[in-house]
Structure formats: structure tokens, C-alpha cells
């Protein structure tokens, strides 16, 4: 075996401290008790922490955190080959001697049963405290994060978004399977190899719910929702619209999960005209090396929206950046059904397949606006006549046709080419 020595934990052990650790960890089947964020802030900021090498390469870790005269030790990871000879037990001294010149008198360890580390512990004189027990707490992501948040812009949304879209069955169905579900199942996720998704993007006409789906992700998740505005980013610094963005993504670095939302990214991730001087350029350029670094965050979603996905830019859709690109179309005629009867409230004796037929080329936001205006009409009727008739059938109609429909024959005929071309799911 080749003579190994040690030295300090440096910022650049980081990758080889988190394999080892992971070995170890898979070697014992044990879940860690403090995350990994926790342990490389304690190894990075207190001088309390050891490394065990062989030339370059990382062999060993204690990372141990001061606090007064207790000290914890957050982490004893051991590369496998190197188990039982004496370097976990030589990592232990050093950490030990660190803590003591910093005036710590006692030193406290939390491990699964069996843990790696275990006997390195007993073998160095440290005692079993039995009969403990373990009690955690863990508070939903965003509630210790509300001042990041609120800086940001974000906030945690209400329950029940995603039970409040009507209809849209098959989009839902496809976000539901490959967002939600590996978002909220990882485990299973990663025990089918599937990976679960860090950015995606949703693209369709103007008014289809694309926001919605955004928000009604966040709320089934329960993370936080952060939207960027490329318009107001742009007003916000000196620096323009690449360094705003590059500030925006830094500042979610705090979060501990969070759903990223950009609205129109067409503005910021359009077509670059190839000009040396196109303004657009830098920024496009600027997003694309920011995503692969959001994507290595655990906890993290990216979802882009665009009402024409053939003004972005080719680089920016291809895979590795995102890994769907999903079409929200206009509801068919069930989901229209379903939105009308969402927002027809109490009244009781409207003719939905009617209104169904007469609504073809509606949004969902279309027919939030007509449900609003054919009930505006049956209220300012009551207000004058007062005889207590709810709006009927015709009241809605008639809102129909006072209504422009947000899509045309022509504006479905490029969806549907839109899809072919671009969905990927
Ligand atoms: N499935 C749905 N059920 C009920 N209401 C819906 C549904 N989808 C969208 N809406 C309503 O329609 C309106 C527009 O939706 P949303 O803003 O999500 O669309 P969008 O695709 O983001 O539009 P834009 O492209 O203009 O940004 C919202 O008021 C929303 O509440
Ligand atoms: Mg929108």
C-alpha cells in the first residue's frame, strides 16, 4: 500500500470528499444525518477538519464543527480499500488535536449503527452512549428560507393549484408523469433510473395556462416559486441584462429547493442575429452557462414558458439543457367543459355543451373572461329588475360572442406544426 499523510481540507477536495463519502455511505445503506450542504459549510469555514491522502487523491475525511467547548464531528468517510488500517483512527488524533487547541473538552459523534467510522471511534477511546434516541424536525423547504425569498421576489403558493385546473387532461397527465412524479417520488425514481428533471419548457399560445401549470407545480411540490421578469431584470443593474441574470440565478444558491420560473424566455433566449454587436447575444450566451450549474443543485426546477418557441434559440433547446420541451395546447372540447363549469359558479341552469361548441377557438383564459362578463350582465340585471334570475345560458352566449378568441385557425395550424418540430417528452 502506497504511504498516505495528512493535511487540511481545501475547497478543491470537495468533489473526491463528496465520492468517498458517498462510498461510504453506500457501504453502510445508511441515510446521512447532516446533508452534505451542512458538512462542506463546516469543512470550508472551521479549521476542524482533516483529509487523508495518497498524493492527490482523497482517501479520508473527518470534518468536525467547534462550537465552544463541544465540538460535533459532522462526517468520518473512508475510501473502502483503505477501512481498518489505521487512518481513520490517525484522522481522528489530528481532528482532536485541532479542537482541544481551540478549547474544545468534549467531542461528540452521531452515526447510524455500524457506520463507517464506528470503530475507528471505539478504537480511539471514544464511549457508547446507549439508550438514545434520535428526534428530527424537518420544516417544509422555504420556511427558514423566507428572508432569501422575499429578496427574491418569491413565495411558497397555496395547496390545491394543481386540483384547480380544469380539464387539460393529457398536459396534465404528462407534467404530472414526468415533472411532478420523479419530484416527488426520487427514491423510486432513482431505484428506475430515471432522473429527475431540473429544467423544462412549456410552450403553446398566448392564454393556454402555461403560468398556471408553472405555479400549480410549485404548490404540488411545496417549494418555493420564483419568477423572473427579463423585462424588470434588464432596469435592475448597471451591468445589463446578462450580469442581472447571473446575480438572479446567484441568489437562489440560499434557497434550499426552489421552482425557478422565466416567463417569456423568448426575450432573453432568442435567435441570435450572428451580429457581433447583437444585444441579445451576450445574454443568450449568458443563460446557456448558467443551467448546467442550476442543473447540478438538488432541489431545483427550471420552467421556461414561450408563446413561440421557434424564436429561440437552437443552442438553448438543445437536450442536456432541458429535458422536456411540452406543449400546453388549447383545451379540446372536455376541457373546455371542465373550465366553463369551474367558472360558472352557482348558476345552475346553463346548457355547458352549448357553450362548449360556441367557445371553439377559447383559452382557458377566454373563457375565464366570458364566464366573468356573461355573470356581469345577470348581476347588473338584478341590481335594475331585481327579480333574482341567475345568468343563463344566453347571458354567457352573448358573452361568447362579445369575446375575441384568443386563437385563430392559423395560430393552431403553427402549434400543431410547433409541436412536431420542437416537443420532446
Ligand atoms: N386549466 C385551467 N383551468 C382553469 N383556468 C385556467 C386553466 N388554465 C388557465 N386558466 C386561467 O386562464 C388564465 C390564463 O392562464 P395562464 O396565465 O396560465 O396562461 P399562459 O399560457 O401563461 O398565458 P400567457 O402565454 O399569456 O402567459 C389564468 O387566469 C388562469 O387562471
Ligand atoms: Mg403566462
Not at 431540473?198 to 392564454?207: E, S, T
Not at 448558467?290 to 429561440?312: D, K, M, Q, W, Y
Not at 347571458?395 to 400543431?416: G, H, K, S, V
Request: one cysteine or more; proline letters at 7%.
Amino acid at each position: 500500500m502506497p504511504v498516505w499523510h495528512l493535511r487540511d481540507y481545501r475547497e478543491a477536495d470537495l468533489d473526491q470528499a463528496i465520492q468517498i463519502w458517498d462510498q461510504s455511505r453506500q457501504a453502510d445503506g445508511e441515510v446521512p444525518i447532516f446533508p452534505v450542504s451542512e458538512v462542506m459549510a463546516a469543512a470550508a469555514a472551521d479549521q476542524a477538519s482533516v483529509v487523508a491522502a495518497v498524493g492527490d487523491e482523497v482517501i479520508g475525511m473527518v470534518v468536525a464543527q467547534p462550537r465552544g467547548d463541544r465540538a460535533w464531528v459532522l462526517l468520518v468517510a473512508l475510501a473502502s480499500q483503505w477501512r481498518n488500517r489505521g487512518v481513520g483512527s490517525a484522522l481522528l488524533a489530528e481532528v482532536e488535536r485541532r479542537l482541544r487547541a481551540v478549547g474544545v473538552r468534549r467531542i461528540s459523534v452521531l452515526l447510524p449503527e455500524g457506520a463507517t467510522g464506528t470503530k475507528a471511534l471505539e478504537n480511539s477511546g471514544y464511549l457508547v452512549r446507549n439508550g438514545l434516541a434520535y428526534y428530527e424536525r424537518i420544516e417544509p423547504p422555504g420556511a427558514a428560507d423566507a428572508d432569501a425569498l422575499a429578496v427574491l421576489g418569491g413565495r411558497m403558493l397555496p395547496g390545491g393549484l394543481w386540483e384547480a385546473m380544469a380539464g387539460m387532461e393529457s398536459e396534465k397527465q404528462v407534467v404530472e408523469r414526468r415533472v411532478v412524479l420523479p419530484l416527488v417520488e426520487p427514491a423510486v425514481a432513482e431505484r428506475y433510473g430515471v432522473a429527475p428533471p431540473k429544467a423544462v419548457i412549456l410552450f403553446g399560445p398566448p392564454g393556454t395556462g402555461k403560468t398556471s401549470f408553472a405555479k400549480a407545480v410549485a404548490s404540488r411540490l411545496s417549494w418555493p416559486f420564483v419568477e423572473l421578469f427579463p423585462s424588470r431584470l434588464a432596469a435592475a443593474t448597471d451591468g445589463g441584462l446578462a450580469v442581472a441574470l447571473r446575480d438572479a440565478f446567484a441568489d437562489l444558491a440560499g434557497l434550499d429547493a426552489v421552482l425557478l420560473f422565466i416567463d417569456e424566455v423568448e426575450e432573453i433566449a432568442g435567435i441570435r442575429s450572428g451580429k457581433a454587436v447583437d444585444p441579445g447575444h451576450g445574454v443568450t450566451n449568458e443563460l446557456l452557462k448558467i443551467i448546467p450549474g442550476f442543473r447540478e443543485h438538488e432541489a431545483r426546477l427550471l420552467v421556461c414558458a414561450t408563446n413561440s418557441i421557434r424564436s429561440l434559440d437552437p443552442a438553448f433547446l438543445r437536450p442536456g439543457r432541458f429535458d422536456y420541451v411540452i406543449p400546453i395546447g388549447p383545451p379540446n372540447p372536455a376541457a373546455r367543459a371542465a373550465i366553463w363549469a369551474r367558472y360558472l359558479g352557482p348558476a345552475a341552469s346553463v346548457d355547458v355543451d352549448h357553450l362548449v361548441r360556441a367557445s371553439e377557438l377559447f383559452t382557458p383564459a377566454d373563457i375565464e373572461f366570458a364566464a366573468r362578463k356573461g355573470a356581469q350582465a345577470a348581476f347588473e340585471r338584478e341590481l335594475t329588475h331585481h327579480q333574482g334570475t341567475p345568468a343563463t345560458t344566453d347571458d354567457y352566449l352573448t358573452a361568447i360572442a362579445d369575446t375575441r378568441p384568443t386563437l385563430t385557425p392559423q395560430a393552431i395550424a403553427e402549434f400543431n406544426d410547433d409541436i412536431e418540430a420542437y416537443s420532446r417528452f
